[in-house]
């Protein structure tokens, strides 16, 4: 089965500083699709970066950048200068090769600091 | 024009009662699903639909009963409902095969008194 792990509850970052947050799965499909997202405290659930277990380059959006380490299985979330606006809940997913299931991790809130 | 919607956001109601909540993408999607998301923040898939037939069925009580008249709806209807339902339930859609992300409705809010 599909297991999506990340150590870190909470995270504190001063403002405009790069934060980490990290992600490991367990898979055994050859084929899958690694996703994070963003959920404010206003609830909504907002995409973030896509990796395919497939791609030869680690993914970029803006301040976004995920740190993909195929044979160890991580897929860490790399924030660039970090804002007030980015403190939230950041899941980890991933999505087997049927696509037709998305499994997500338990989350890390993030708080950026002023 | 939003892609995912989902009605209502905000359900009250009582232990006992039956209530449905309507999701509704407007991307041309295959995929529908159903997620519950727990006090805690967890995030759990309850239904997976392609295009109108039930895929995915976790462990999830007969009580919850889903329907997908066509590939751009998937309903959720709930029946006696428990404490236990008071959750955060999002639906969502997705092409399909490695293509894309996740697409989420906002979120129904569904709190059992």
């Known amino acids: 089965a599909q297991k999506i792990t990340q150590t870190q509850p909470g995270m504190f970052v001063q403002e405009k500083e790069a934060v980490t947050l990290d992600c490991t799965y367990d898979?055994?499909?050859?084929?899958?699709?690694l996703f994070w997202y963003k959920q404010p405290s206003s609830g909504e659930m907002i995409f973030l970066i896509y990796?395919?277990?497939?791609?030869?380059q680690n993914a970029t959006e803006g301040r976004y950048s995920l740190n993909f380490q195929k044979a160890r299985k991580s897929a860490n979330l790399v924030i660039s200068a970090s804002q007030l606006g980015d403190s939230a809940m950041y899941f980890c997913?991933?999505?087997?090769?049927?696509?037709?299931?998305?499994?997500f991790g338990p989350g890390t809130r993030l708080s950026v600091l002023p | 024009d939003t892609a995912v919607s989902q009605t209502p956001k905000y359900l009250v109601t009582q232990m006992g009662n039956d209530k449905s909540i309507k999701c509704e993408q407007n991307?041309?999607?295959?995929?529908m699903y159903w997620y519950k998301q727990d006090s805690k923040k967890f995030l759990k898939i309850m239904f997976s639909?392609?295009?109108?037939?039930?895929?995915i069925n976790e462990t999830v009580p007969n009580r919850f009963s889903p329907k997908s008249p066509d590939k751009a709806h998937l309903n959720l209807h709930i029946n006696s409902l428990e404490l236990g339902d008071s959750a955060v339930y999002f639906c969502?859609?997705?092409?399909?095969?490695?293509?894309?992300?996740?697409?989420f409705g906002e979120g129904s809010r569904l709190t059992v008194l």
């Open positions: 990796q395919g277990s497939y791609d030869q």
């Open positions: 639909y392609n295009n109108k037939e039930l895929i």
């Open positions: 969502a859609s997705s092409q399909g095969p490695n293509t894309g992300e996740l697409f």
């Open positions: 991307l041309g999607h295959d995929t």
């Open positions: 898979t055994s499909d050859p084929s899958y699709g």
């Open positions: 997913a991933m999505r087997d090769n049927r696509g037709q299931n998305f499994v």
